[in-house]
């Protein structure tokens, strides 16, 4: 059967799927796709996997993919981040029978895919993007697709799709979001930009982005012309968000941990999704938001849920008929989370700030972040003020902290280099390299000659004669 391509390949293969599940890594796992597929959502994608240990690393494939083999969770597209021709297809082909296309991820902008060279990253380098694209669309059996994040321009962005489309992207879907709007920075996604990409490609199109409900996706298709909805955080604070629903948060924690006990997936998944579905709640419950951070199994998790489902239902009977109260309704409903932004202060700075100078600035103002805050209940003694921090002594070569006892006045790192270099010694680091040469030459010259192992005659005592009379006797 010939290859699918573009609105054909949408409209039969993906059913003219709407209502699209994002790629999200350790979130959008078996379990959570069968809960959003049973809730509104008409197409899923697996969480981004890392092409190269997916062809080296066979365990990988298995847990992240041939597990998760499942007729009800199709159509099915699989997300690769990779930033080499061969590799890519070498796993899109691992991966092809078991999905309905293969996405290339051009839209991550975390630091480790800065350092792993993939994801937005790779947006500036078109020529590579054409050969990866161009590779696979001629040697898979299934389509490949594009997630793709937008230049501040959007002629650029649209000169951008357009290239994709011609390398042999079948489907594109747009964030309209630049790279650098990530976490508190991140803003509203520009629609005209994914408008502008619509009306300039022949392909279908996705959209995602400043999706909180079914009014938003509703919306979102009609102002840009696009052929389906992508969400990601509406998704994780509201599986049922294309149905138009919000209901009690417990009906879907329930509903997720009765899928995941029948389709298991790591620990660290489930709490994942508690803690998001159960956002509002443990505001207001707090001790319990310790309690499901420390439990260790599937059922002390269930059972934190079903501690906060008890306390909700007691304040529901205490509140009937009242009506909420400030900007958000009730707590115990699935509703969207509104990521908040950098303080109002200093919103004219807000885009040269680094996220460790917001941390630092969070640190200054007695409010830490969550994971400095684990760190504090691990050892209530530990201090984030910088000034109390020790001052260490600079290695004069490379920056790093130096030898308090080293000869060199350098790092370890350093001290090594050059102690190799000059055959010199360093006991502050434990390098002796003078020390093991002069020993090994003292070694080679007071060496003593090996003489020659002498051979037994029949003539000589306990010679040949002696040997065989003994062995006869």
Not at 2 to 22: C, I
Not at 120 to 129: C, G, N
Not at 373 to 393: E, M, V
Request: hydrophobic letters at 35%; glycine letters at 6%; aromatic letters at 6%.
């Amino acid at each position: 059967m010939p290859k699918l391509q573009g609105f054909e390949f949408w409209s039969h293969t993906l059913r003219g799927a709407r209502h699209v599940v994002a790629p999200m890594v350790d979130q959008s796992e078996l379990a959570w796709r069968l809960l959003s597929r049973r809730h509104g959502a008409q197409l899923c994608y697996t969480p981004m996997l890392h092409a190269q240990v997916f062809v080296r690393d066979a365990n990988y494939r298995k847990e992240n993919l041939y597990c998760e083999v499942c007729p009800e969770d199709r159509p099915l597209i699989v997300q690769f981040c990779a930033n080499d021709p061969e590799v890519f297809v070498q796993a899109a082909l691992l991966a092809q029978d078991y999905c309905d296309a293969i996405d290339l991820n051009l839209g991550c902008p975390q630091m480790i895919a800065k350092r792993g060279h993939y994801g937005a990253f790779l947006q500036d380098e078109w020529d590579l993007l054409q050969r990866m694209i161009l590779l696979a669309h001629e040697k898979l059996s299934v389509p490949v697709t594009c997630k793709i994040r937008v230049f501040p321009e959007i002629d650029k962005t649209v000169r951008y799709a357009q290239m994709l489309e011609k390398a042999g992207c079948q489907l594109l879907t747009v964030h309209g979001r630049t790279k650098e709007q990530k976490g508190p920075l991140s803003g509203a996604a520009s629609w005209e930009h994914i408008k502008a990409v619509r009306k300039a490609v022949a392909i279908p199109v996705f959209a995602n982005g400043n999706i909180q409900s079914l009014q938003d996706v509703e919306r979102c298709i009609q102002d840009t012309g696009v052929q389906g909805v992508m969400s990601a955080e509406g998704n994780l604070h509201n599986p049922a968000l294309f149905e138009g629903r919000s209901p009690a948060v417990w009906e879907l924690a329930e509903e997720y941990l009765d899928i995941v006990r029948e389709h298991p997936c790591p620990l660290s998944y489930v709490r994942a999704h508690l803690f998001k579905l159960w956002h509002h709640t443990l505001q207001v419950h707090q001790q319990l938001r310790e309690e499901l951070a420390k439990v260790k199994t599937l059922e002390g998790i269930a059972a934190v849920s079903q501690e906060l489902k008890m306390r909700c239902q007691e304040e529901i009977s205490r509140q009937e008929g009242a009506k909420p109260t400030g900007d958000l309704p009730f707590h115990w409903i699935c509703q969207p989370y509104v990521r908040p932004g950098p303080r109002e202060g200093s919103k004219e700075k807000a885009g040269a700030r680094s996220k460790r100078a917001l941390e630092e600035e969070e640190c200054g103002t007695e409010v830490l972040s969550k994971n400095k805050q684990k760190k504090q209940l691990r050892n209530p003694h530990k201090t984030f003020d910088p000034s109390l921090k020790p001052k260490y002594a600079k290695c004069d070569q490379c920056g790093n902290p130096k030898g308090n006892r080293c000869v060199f006045s350098l790092c370890r790192g350093c001290c090594k280099k050059r102690a190799s270099r000059e055959t010199a010694d360093c006991p502050g680091h434990g390098l002796l390299f003078k020390t093991k040469l002069e020993k090994s030459l003292d070694w080679k010259g007071t060496k003593p000659e090996l003489q020659e192992p002498q051979t037994a005659t029949p003539s000589t005592p306990g010679g040949f004669s002696e040997v065989m009379s003994s062995a006869l006797a």
